[in-house]
């Protein structure tokens, strides 16, 4: 039997997917922090958070945190925070 080579890229065809609308502004907006639970992501987005309160004017800051950085975030979590915040900004930190 001879040698077999296999081509190891991707050819599956996707969908191309919409990005969500920019917000014109932050101000009075009600914004989630999502720790991806990386660490020292909660560092920065304590940063974040003061930048967003004090230059931008955001309504509310809800911070919320993956279980696991393993997973995307639960159906529940992802729910929640459409339904209560009007953008999310993730922390990705080490």
């Keep these: 039997m001879g040698e ?11 969908e191309q997917k919409r990005l969500a609308p920019r917000l014109e502004a932050l101000s009075g907006k009600t914004i989630c922090l999502l720790d991806i639970s990386k660490p020292k992501g909660s560092f920065f987005l304590d940063q974040v958070e003061e930048l967003l309160r004090e230059r931008y004017g955001v309504k509310e800051v809800v911070r919320r945190k993956k279980p696991t950085i393993a997973r995307p975030a639960p159906d529940e979590l992802r729910s929640e925070i459409v339904q209560h915040c009007e953008a999310v900004i993730e922390a990705l930190s080490d």
């Design 4 to 14: 077999i080579l296999l081509d190891p890229t991707d050819q599956v065809e996707r």
